[in-house]
């Protein structure tokens, strides 16, 4: 069987594993297909732009990601075929039997005019690695942490953002020289979890950030941001979220509708035969995160591996992961998100502490254990 997966980022990378892992007969063959180098953790931009880490660090280069059976192809997918279940890249042609497509989420940028030429995005690896450079120099006047579109990955990092520039900016004892306001189009921090909500809204209250809500940024001119509701706001410093989109060669394709691809949330089946759709690409009914990434990876492997044995498909995508907040002042809060398995999203908070810091720690070094074969230390 033939299986062909389309980006090897949190989803693609869980699912390779996984297959590479249990299909110890090797009837599988499974191409893994990324124009990229190197994965990088999602959270890992706010280590580098606020120079906890450096990006050499934190990268994790895809020719250490060795599993039998499993070819990790750099390759740009240039064309999607889902009635044939054929890609097309710039080295070739890939047959698929079972396709999945795990080619996340990118960043349209020409959608809020002035956003590259006057502000600053920390949501792309290049966009945080820039900001270590720029945000050292801030040092008086407005910081504005701006969403230019929902929905985006990974809804507490605008929050965790606010949070960690207040901690530098007191380190470097330059805070009562300036403001940090947070404009989101959301009604609170995390709408699914109002108790998470509450607890961030106290941490912006005891630090003396404004939490602007209801209102997405839509435009950027020199030192100004334009709001949704027509308001302006000076600032000194713009800290992006840039609207999101599904890529090009997945908007060009017949799968994408309304920006992304819809997917049977239980087992992510698209509507094309044979064709998945996992992770932030698809609408799925989880937020875009990447343990809800891996956890449709996981589903969509056990169900190749179900089809290739003969046996039952396996219990649906439960839509349930955790995400870990950072609070600041070295602590790190948790949300423990459900969305599918019960009658309501439900989104419970576990309070910010130094054991959660270490949790997130173990987060991330064991998923570069089990995906990169990296020791931890
Ligand atoms: C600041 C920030 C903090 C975050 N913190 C967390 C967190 O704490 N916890 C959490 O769970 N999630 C977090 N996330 C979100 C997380 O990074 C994403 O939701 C997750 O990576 C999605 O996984 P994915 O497999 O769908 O896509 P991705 O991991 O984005 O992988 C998609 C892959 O497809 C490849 N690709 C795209 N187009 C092409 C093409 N045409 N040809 C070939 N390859 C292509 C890309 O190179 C990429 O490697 C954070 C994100 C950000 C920006």
């Known amino acids: ?68 059976g499993v070819r990790l192809l750099r390759e740009t997918v240039t064309a999607i075929d889902p009635q044939e279940r054929r890609v097309t890249t710039d080295a070739g042609v890939h047959e698929a039997d079972v396709l999945v497509v795990a080619l996340g989420a990118e960043y349209d940028y020409e959608a809020t005019p002035g956003l590259t030429e006057f502000g600053n995005e920390f949501y792309s690896v290049a966009g945080a690695h820039r900001l270590a450079d720029v945000l050292p120099q801030f040092t008086n006047g407005r910081a504005i942490v701006g969403v230019c579109g929902a929905p985006y990955k990974c809804p507490p990092a605008p929050s965790e953002a606010a949070l960690l520039l207040h901690d530098v900016l007191v380190a470097r004892g330059v805070r009562d020289a300036c403001e940090i306001t947070i404009v989101t189009p959301f009604e609170t921090p995390i709408p699914p979890s109002p108790e998470t909500s509450k607890a961030l809204l106290a941490a912006f209250a005891e630090r ?15 030192g100004t941001a334009g709001l949704e509701d027509g308001s302006e706001m000076s600032f000194d410093l713009f800290l992006g979220v840039p609207k999101h989109q599904a890529p090009d060669v997945v908007l060009a394709s017949a799968m994408a509708q309304d920006g992304y691809i819809p997917v049977n949330s239980q087992t992510l089946e698209t509507r094309f035969p044979g064709i998945y759709a996992i992770g932030d690409v698809a609408t799925a009914s989880v937020p875009k995160a990447g343990v809800f990434a891996e956890g449709a990876a996981r589903v969509v492997a056990e169900t190749i591996l179900a089809t290739l044995h003969g046996d039952d498909p396996p219990a649906p995508f439960d839509g349930r992961g955790s995400c870990y907040i950072e609070f600041g002042s070295g602590r790190v809060g948790r949300v423990d998100i459900d969305f599918l398995s019960g009658p309501t999203r439900t989104g419970t908070f576990q309070a910010p502490s130094a054991a959660l810091v270490e949790e997130k720690r173990d987060f991330g070094a064991s998923r570069r254990t089990r995906w990169f074969g990296q020791v931890a230390n």
Do not use: N
Request: glycine share 14%.
């Open 208 to 222: 003396g950030i404004e939490f602007l809500p209801g209102r997405r940024i839509q435009a950027l001119e020199a």
């Open 1 to 68: 069987m033939r299986v062909v997966i389309l980006g090897a980022g949190f989803g693609g990378l869980e699912l390779a594993t996984m297959l590479s892992s249990v299909d110890q007969g090797g009837v599988l063959d499974v191409a893994l297909i990324d124009k990229g180098d190197a994965f990088v953790f999602g959270y890992s931009k706010l280590d580098v732009m606020f120079g906890r880490t450096t990006l050499d660090a934190v990268r994790l280069p895809y020719r250490t990601f060795a599993k039998p």
